[in-house]
């Protein structure tokens, strides 16, 4: 299994100021998945982010507001800019299981988000 | 696009059996997995179901019917320790993603 740590664990922000998410994979994968999930709801997918290119982003989520980088294979970082209140959330990544198994992601234990 | 249902709330007691319910609108589906998370925690993986039928593992087990659009994830001789929230997930045929469904928070008492 891999093994996921992300930097915030939490940060309570100012609107318009930015926040930037780390996370950082114990093993070398070539896509990570970087979900939103808004208080008691479900996972939503933001982005997926592959190594030597650029991320894409599901419908609703634009590069301006969600820049992603991600540097090498273990690696990744998520900005969440121009934040508003509705920008409070938890912040996931994620990566494929074994063997690349889409279906079996393993999951960092989330950046907690709050703006005021 | 995917959409997966499931019921917002289930509540049980200890020891109980509890089944959680999950129905899909796609096409081309590649199967349907369980995640569970704990408040304050991140989601682990439970199930896969590629195919058609039921997955036991351990007190857990998933079941799976593509004709029905359908699946569910039954929980045995539940613990405190399983009041979580529980998802399901698929994978449409051609994506390299999953899509998530809205949710099942379960509260076990005593």
């Known amino acids: 299994s891999a093994v996921i740590s992300q930097k915030p664990s939490r940060d309570i922000c100012q609107r318009g100021t930015s926040l930037t998410i780390q996370c950082q994979v114990d093993s070398q994968v070539t896509m990570m998945f970087w979900y939103r999930q808004q208080p008691g709801q479900s996972l939503t997918l933001i982005a997926t982010?592959?190594?030597?290119?650029?991320?894409?982003?599901e419908s609703g989520f634009v590069i301006d507001k969600f820049p992603i980088s991600r540097p090498n294979l273990t690696f990744s970082t998520l900005t969440v800019s121009n934040l508003s209140p509705e920008d409070s959330s938890i912040y996931l990544c994620?990566?494929?299981?074994?063997?690349?198994?889409?279906?079996?992601?393993?999951f960092g234990p989330g950046t907690r988000l709050l703006v005021l | 696009g995917q959409s997966l249902e499931q019921p917002s709330e289930v509540t049980a007691v200890e020891g109980a059996i509890v089944q959680i319910n999950c129905t899909y609108q796609t096409s081309g589906f590649y199967g349907l997995s369980w995640y569970q998370q704990h408040d304050g925690g991140a989601p682990t993986f439970l199930s896969y179901n590629a195919l058609d039928g039921l997955e036991e593992t351990g007190r857990f087990s998933s079941f799976l019917s593509r004709s029905d659009s359908y699946g569910y994830l039954l929980l045995q001789e539940l613990q405190m320790k399983d009041s979580a929230s529980y998802f399901c997930a698929g994978r449409n045929t051609g994506f390299q993603k999953l899509v998530f469904g809205t949710g099942t928070r379960l509260l076990v008492s005593p």
């Open positions: 982010a592959n190594q030597g290119s650029e991320a894409t982003y």
């Open positions: 994620s990566v494929p299981g074994l063997a690349g198994a889409f279906e079996t992601q393993y």
